[in-house]
């Protein structure tokens, strides 16, 4: 059903922007990849099935081409559209909409937003795939890197309000969304139903705060599981008494999950510190609960930003420890419990340093270059081709041309 609203939307507005004034931009990426492990290959995101490893030079990952227009729909409601054409791992039609939804606002205080907006989880969200409008080549991987979902469909209401010299808005949203993951050569769809969340910002000149709130129902298809749950089924009694409790800590059907964010940056002088910690949280043992974050300082040069960014995850690793189970007997399902259960389990720290030069108003190159230390068993964010997850220390670079008109 909610597609059918954003295709109605999509058509309704084309149908009035005959009459009306268009305001059309565009922006875009072109990016190239570097990595140094034959074990770990490189990706932005869990969603993503390209890893760039050692020897690959990569111009998939990071570059995309948009187009984002804007029309009046009559007093006070406006429409807007935008589409981003870039390398989506199992895409559909859709995928390819970030954003289409109309928007009512009435006076200066109060915005109503229906349609495709942009799931309200970071800092850098509604502008997340316009490269230019950010000081580094890409987002933190640690934060960004571990939520696929790429737009939802619902909506959404905001109020805006002085308070003394500070600009606070309050915003509440509500819809569902759908995406994949990519893990051990395999694909998962993830269903997150009933997403109700919150954010609180609070703006004042040259420093501003956010926080943000947001919970659903998350459904996982995950062949692998569903193969943990039959094998589990069809042991006898006197090797694991007791089963059926285990069934619903394994559970990734309609479960609980949780995201909860505090961002922030200040401007002195030429200096920008930013920082962003985030923690992701859900009713499963499959899914460890994750806490990430990063801090990162740039300093302005003329058209020249030099910046530095440091970053990590951390997360428990699950180690089976089920009371009354003859685990000398079923090795192998003990182990495959044990790997499903630390997917999420990223355990990592990076150190960025990079340059951002502006070419003109509308033209910036930028150059990245990033050390990660992966743990033992901590390499979520990445794709592993080895049996096993040992911990290493992987370079990567990126090197990025982007334009905003």
């Given amino acids: ?63 995309l081409i948009g187009g984002q227009l804007e029309t009046k729909l009559g007093n006070n409601v406006d429409f807007v559209g935008q589409v981003v054409l870039r390398d989506i791992a199992k895409s559909k039609w859709d995928d390819y909409i970030s954003l289409a939804f109309m928007r009512y606002t009435p006076n200066t205080n109060w915005s109503f937003r229906l349609g495709r907006l942009s799931p309200d989880l970071f800092m850098i969200t509604e502008y997340r795939n316009v490269n230019i409008a950010y000081s580094w080549a890409k987002v933190p991987t640690e934060v960004y890197g571990i939520i696929p979902f790429l737009y ?26 759908d995406s994949i993951v990519f893990a051990d050569s395999e694909y998962e769809g993830l269903d997150l139903d009933k997403m ?3 954010s609180l910002t609070y703006d004042k000149g040259d420093w501003n705060l956010q926080f943000r709130f947001s919970q659903g129902k998350l459904s996982a298809k995950s062949n692998a599981v569903d193969l943990i749950n039959t094998q589990i089924a069809l042991l006898p009694d006197f090797i694991w008494p007791n089963k059926q409790a285990f069934y619903s800590k394994v559970n990734l059907k309609n479960i609980d999950a949780k995201y909860l964010s ?16 985030a923690q992701v949280d859900a009713d499963s043992k499959m899914i460890s609960t994750l806490n990430s974050g990063y801090v990162s300082a740039a300093y302005q040069y003329n058209q020249h930003t030099f910046y530095t960014v440091i970053a990590q995850t951390d ?21 495959a419990i044990d790997y499903g259960a630390n997917f999420y389990s990223s355990n990592q720290q990076s150190m960025s340093v990079g340059w951002r030069w502006d070419i003109t ?8 270059f990033t050390r990660t230390d992966i743990s033992e068993n901590g390499d979520t964010l990445w794709i592993n081709t080895g049996l096993d997850s040992p911990k290493e220390k992987v370079n990567s670079l990126v090197l990025s041309l982007s334009f905003a008109l």
Avoid: C
């Fill in 1 to 63: 059903m909610p597609r059918i609203i954003i295709i109605l939307l999509i058509y309704f507005s084309a149908f009035y922007a005959h009459a009306n004034e268009l305001e059309w931009s565009s922006f875009g990426t072109l990016a190239m990849t570097l990595s140094d492990s034959k074990q770990y290959g490189f990706r932005r995101d869990i969603r993503s099935d390209n890893g760039v490893f050692e020897g690959d030079v990569d111009f998939k990952e990071f570059s």
């Fill in 152 to 177: 939802y469909d619902g909506a959404d209401v905001s109020y805006s309000t002085r308070v003394g010299d500070a600009l606070v808005r309050a915003k509440f949203f509500a819809g569902e969304s």
């Fill in 196 to 198: 109700l969340g919150s």
């Fill in 262 to 277: 505090l961002s922030g940056q200040k401007y002195l002088g030429n200096w920008l510190f930013s920082f962003e910690l």
């Fill in 315 to 335: 997360s428990k690793q699950y180690k089976f420890n089920e009371v009354g189970v003859n685990t000398a007997l079923i090795p192998e399902l003990i182990q």
């Fill in 361 to 368: 108003p509308s033209i910036v190159s930028k150059l990245q």
